[in-house]
């Protein structure tokens, strides 16, 4: 079909005769001559039909138009003095047209595939996802994306990790969000569990004695979706025995490190910066903070309690805190712009955003007659305010308060241009706590999955006080999004039993759930860790964009539907027979689609 691809012809291979194939990107009519652009994955190459060489080919070149697939025979010649074009690797070269055969014709496309400029509604591109796949830039994406999984597989085969499959099908067990149920038609009323992960898998094959397993593994969670996630996903998913988290961080550091040199054109060093996990709510209002800029939380609570600020007083009195932060040169900031920032926090339920701006020595504000000149004084030495500088201050509940300065300070440095787009800080967040209390079960769950290894030092407080119990896990964050996590495993039945009982779990009800992996446990279980990564939004930052959706080929919408197939969708009543599965209101399972 084709002798070369688009993109390999240069001026060596002058009076060759080829056999080129691909899309028509461009028709152009010169003066008697007919040049087209001929596309595929690898290049553009410019054809030309001449009616004095082209013989056959030309009167049908009339006829041409953008997205037909033809195949072309000509000679390689060099393009006339003046008209290379140097935005092409084939710039320098044209065909002199000999034959022409249309392989297929295309209707008019419903956007321009020539012109990427052109802005396109996202719900279009999604429906017309394969044309939209043809402009370029998701193919771009797509291609960076196989080059990082390249890497990866490279880098595991050499540090001795087996490449092993794990099953779609398993039961449905308890990991956090709501799993894909898939009905069994050979068992009624019975159901798999598509995977969240491949968690339970990766140990039991450290039982087995396979000492170091990798996946890039896909995995599907019924949750929510947000900008930066999908339904289903891609994760490189590794464990590993007799090892220590020391050993897992350095080898992905070198893992990292390579990926985004390699493929982002960075500087990235090691090691990564580390912070525990109670670091970092404390300076930065969350654990996955973007470290490209600084503005850093200030606990100031013990300042405002004695003031006689009494919105403050009285919030603190009922346990709330106050934190604020710093913006350097913020005093040039209008009253009009301090009230959008207001109105901001006012989204996350914040009623007020307390502001001082240092002017010529000392602190100006409406709130500022409120503190002594003492307590103004550790103001500016907690702060570090200099000259034109401006604090913003909320005082709430401690978790709110931690979210709402999150958002603001991302918010501040976007409006600034604070951050540095090529820049990649990296950061490992560990000491997890081991338990947090839901207010919606009323009891204690596991932060992360129950078979994390508690931190050793926290095991006396096991029982009487869990949610002091860190435990031996760890995140990689990299400008704001979290990468992925890992942790230490439980390899003493002992050791799990106690955490079962932390999480109220029955004897009978861990049986019930967890049997076949607590079975496994009782022959002989090597210590073992592992960690896994998001690899779509690993993609989403090598490729420098914000959106999920541009490394992925074909991805859902916000609301988890495939605009292009419109899944999910109705099926047939004799499928729902088979199945054993009477539908109520089946009209309410319809999705909307647009």
Known sequence: MRTHKLGELRKGDVGKTVTLAGWVHRRRDHGGLIFIDLRDRFGLTQAVFDPKDSLNAFEPAKDLRSEWVIQIEGTVRERGEGLTNPKLKTGEIEILVTKLTILSQAKTPPFSIADEMIDVHEEKRLKFRYLDIRRGSVAKNLLLRDQAFQMIRHFMAKHQFVDITTPLLGRSTPEGSRDYLVPSRIHPGNFYALPQSPQLYKQLLMISGMDRYYQIAPCLRDEDLRSDRQPEFTQLDL??????????????????????????????????????????????????????????????????????????????????????????????????????????????????????????????????????????????????????????????????????????????????????????????????PMFEYSEEQKRVIAVHHPFSMPHPDDLSFMEQEPLKVRSVAYDLVLNGYELGGGSQRIHDEGVQKRVFDVLQLSKEQAQEQFGFFLEALSYGTPPHLGIAFGLDRVAMLLCGTDHIRDVIAFPKTQRATDLMTSAPSAVAPEQLAELKIEMTNREAWTPELS
């Open 239 to 432: 464990e590993m025995s007799f090892s220590d988290p020391e050993e897992l961080i350095s080898l992905m550091e070198e893992l990292f490190v390579d990926l985004f040199n390699s493929l982002a054109d960075a500087k990235v060093c090691s090691p990564f910066k580390r912070m525990s996990y109670q670091e970092c709510f404390e300076r930065y209002g969350t654990d996955r903070p973007d470290l490209r800029f600084g503005m850093e939380l200030v606990r100031v609570t013990d300042i405002a309690k004695d003031s006689q600020f009494s919105i403050f007083v009285d919030q603190i009195t009922s346990g709330a805190v106050v934190k604020g932060l710093k913006v350097e040169g913020g005093s040039e900031l209008s009253r009009k712009e301090i009230d959008k920032y207001t109105s901001f926090v006012g989204q996350f339920g914040i009623q007020g955003l307390a502001w001082m701006k240092m002017k010529e020595g000392a602190l100006t504000s409406s709130i500022v007659k409120f503190f002594s000149e003492e307590q103004q004084k550790t103001l500016i030495e907690r702060f570090d305010i200099q000259e034109n500088d401006l604090i913003f201050m909320i005082c709430f509940e401690e978790k709110r308060a931690n979210i709402v300065l999150d958002h603001l300070r991302r918010k501040i440095a976007h409006d600034r241009g604070l951050i540095e787009e090529k820049k990649f800080a990296f950061l490992w967040v560990t000491d997890f």
